[in-house]
């Protein structure tokens, strides 16, 4: 078996043109969507990060606010910039691009953010109404993965699926959309005993751990549906979590890296802050 492709890169440019239709549509009612971004810091993989998204703003004309601040600013100080942006009736949208250092408290960034311009979906108001499926802003790439998987008409109801990491922002929140959907949820993390018995139980597998191509063919079962999270750089290239060569042998449906689940995170927070900005039509 050679496993089809999800192909994030695609369907990401898709929802990038309707969304563009749409954020047109909302400029005609003199309203434009603005997203505003913390960057603290000079770690150049938040640079990078940081730059693709005000480009696909750009490109969505969605209007975006960049502000750089100094590793050294305090915890107070950056609180009180996006108490500025809270208030700023031309964003809809807030994010601080983490990691953030050490000396600020991550969960007071994120709880300080008002609830309704939280487009990343990572405030405990946010969480808990996705919990109880509610309509919300839905973290990024969760929401991303959950619709490559109905892209591609993949039946979730009752299906068993198996994630692998137990973040706060991949697989804590894509285990619980899945399960909103129906699916049975198995979480794994570094502490689960037999993680190949456990992954090979799995019809949609979703591995989600930070490590250059842990996953291989002999974790997955034959005909397993396969979404690498995972995005590492090795010998400067990158790679998923997963290993691509041989999985692909295996699965029925497997995700590239890159080219799967990356581009539909940034076109998930896109989505977000277009919704956001609706509200205030
Ligand atoms: N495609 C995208 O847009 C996107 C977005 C976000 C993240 N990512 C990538 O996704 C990966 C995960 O990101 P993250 O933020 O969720 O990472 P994270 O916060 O570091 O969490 C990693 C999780 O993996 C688990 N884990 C680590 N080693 C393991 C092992 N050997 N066996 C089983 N579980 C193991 C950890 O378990 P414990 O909890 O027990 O420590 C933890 O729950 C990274 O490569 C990241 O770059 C991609």
Redesign the pocket.
Known sequence: MTALLLNGKELAAKKREQLKKDVDQLTTENVIPGLAVILVGEDPASQSYVKAKQKACEQAGIHSVLIKKPDTITEEELLSDIERLNEDNSIDGILVQLPIPKHISEQAVIEKIAPEKDVDGFHPINIGKMMVGEETFLP??PY?VVEMLKEAKIDLVGKHVVV????????KPVGQLLLNEHATVTY?????KN?REMTNLADILI?????AN?INADDVKPGAVVVD????RVDGKLC??VDFDSVKEKASYLTP?PG???P???TMLLENTVQSARKRL
């Open positions: 990024c790439t991303g692998v990491g137990r973040s706060n922002i991949v697989g794994c993390h570094s502490r689960t993680l591995v989600a751990i930070g490590r842990f999270v995972g995005i590492n998923g979590d890296v799967g689940v990356g539909m995170t940034i």
